[in-house]
Each structure stands twice: as structure tokens, then as C-alpha cells.
């Protein structure tokens, strides 16, 4: 059965956003049976966590002896499994896998650059100087995202994929970016309502429940 690292608490900001919910939606997209390996505090940093996640950071996947880190590797890993997540048609495929590489390369550091301003450094001389600058970036890639996007119902028309679950789940990391785009709020809405979602996080924040 495949193995899934997580954190067994975090702070109440972070719960419902730690990223192996992206590898336990995909799981459950795949009716996939896996079970969690939970890190207590300081876990991550132990040298045999590190000899299978050398950033010390969650999740790992863990199946039969094989090991794989990188939320983006482990949900399209995963994904080859599932015709819900991978489309059989290639061209199909190669545009699912290029949002999943979109969503990480050309939104999420742009989110997080704002998140961890907004977050940690808030009151900062330098967060103040630096946050109008970088919302305003991050605005500029979440508005092109949305006329990407225009009326479909999904990122390559109307079939949710493994590019739409990694999507949705960096633009769920701020509020404001759903707040201030109705059609990228209609749409994260549109594939959080999945059940597999909705079970994923149940089964995430019901670990931190456990923990408190």
C-alpha cells in the first residue's frame, strides 16, 4: 500500500493547506487505498526522513521500497494510474502535465512570496516596502491565469485533471486571489466540491484533530 508522509500538527493558518493534501487528493481521484505516516516535531529532520526527503519537508511517497518526493511528482505518479487525472490521448496528457507545471512554476512563487510577507514579516520594515510590489505581480499572473481559463470550466475546457487539482490548490493558499477574480473563485469552487477533495481534507485536518 502506498505510504504518504505528513506533519501531525501545525499551526491553525497552515492546517487544510500543508501540501500533501495535493498527494492525498490524487489519491483518492484514483481510488487509491494509501495510509499516512505522521512526523511529530523535529521528524523531518532526522537523518533517516532526510536520506528519503533531503529538504526535510512533506509529503514523501512511499510504495513497495520505492520513494518519491516533490508534490508535483507524486500527483502526476500517481495520476498515470487514473484516466479522472490523465486523460489516454497524449496531447491530452502533455496539457494536463503542463498546468500542473504552471501552477508550480509560474503561480505558486508568486502566491507565496505574498503568503509568507503576509504571514511572518507583516509588520516588518522590509514586508511593508516589499508587499505592494509583490501583490501586485502576483495579481498580474492570477489575471492571466483567469483569461486563460475565460469560460471554461476547467484549465483545458471541460474535464476536470491533474492540472486543475494542483491549480486549485495554490490559488486556495490566499483568499484575496478568490475575493478579487469571481471566475477564479467559481472555478476553485468548481473542484473543491469534488468529493475526493472533500475527503482528502477531512482525512488531513481529522490528523490535526487527532494530534490537539
Known amino acids: ?15 487544510g493547506q500543508v501540501r500533501d493534501l495535493r498527494a492525498r487528493w490524487a489519491l483518492e481521484e484514483a481510488g487509491l487505498p494509501y495510509k499516512t505516516r505522521l512526523l511529530g516535531q523535529g521528524d523531518q529532520d532526522t537523518p533517516e526522513y532526510r536520506a528519503l526527503q533531503p529538504f ?18 507524486i500527483v502526476l505518479y500517481v495520476a498515470e494510474r487514473s484516466e479522472t487525472l490523465l486523460p489516454k490521448e497524449p496531447r491530452a ?20 512570496n505574498v503568503a509568507l510577507i503576509e504571514l511572518f514579516y507583516a509588520n516588518e520594515e522590509w514586508g511593508k516596502l516589499r508587499l505592494p510590489g ?9 489575471s492571466a491565469l483567469s483569461k486563460a481559463l475565460g469560460d471554461k470550466p476547467y484549465l483545458d475546457g471541460d474535464r476536470f485533471s491533474v492540472g486543475d487539482l494542483m491549480m486549485s ?8 486571489i478568490t475575493e478579487n477574480d469571481k471566475r477564479l473563485a467559481d ?15 477531512d482525512a488531513q485536518l481529522g490528523d490535526f484533530k487527532e494530534a490537539a
Not at 519537508?57 to 508535483?72: K, M, S
Not at 496528457?93 to 507565496?112: D, G, K, Y
Not at 490548490?169 to 484575496?176: C, D, F, K
Request: proline share 7%.
Open 1 to 15: 500500500m502506498i505510504t504518504i508522509s505528513a506533519f501531525r500538527w501545525v499551526p491553525p493558518f497552515a492546517q
Open 56 to 73: 526535510g519537508q512533506v509529503p514523501i511517497l512511499e510504495e513497495d521500497g520505492f520513494v518519491l518526493f516533490e508534490t508535483g511528482a
Open 169 to 176: 490548490t495554490v490559488l486556495r493558499i490566499l483568499p484575496e
Open 93 to 112: 496528457r502533455a496539457r494536463a502535465t503542463q498546468w500542473v507545471i504552471s501552477a508550480l512554476n509560474s503561480i505558486e512563487p508568486f502566491v507565496m
Open 187 to 201: 472555478y476553485v469552487a468548481r473542484c473543491t466540491a469534488r468529493p475526493a477533495f472533500k475527503r482528502a481534507l
Open 134 to 142: 509583490a501583490t501586485e505581480f502576483m495579481n498580474k499572473r492570477t
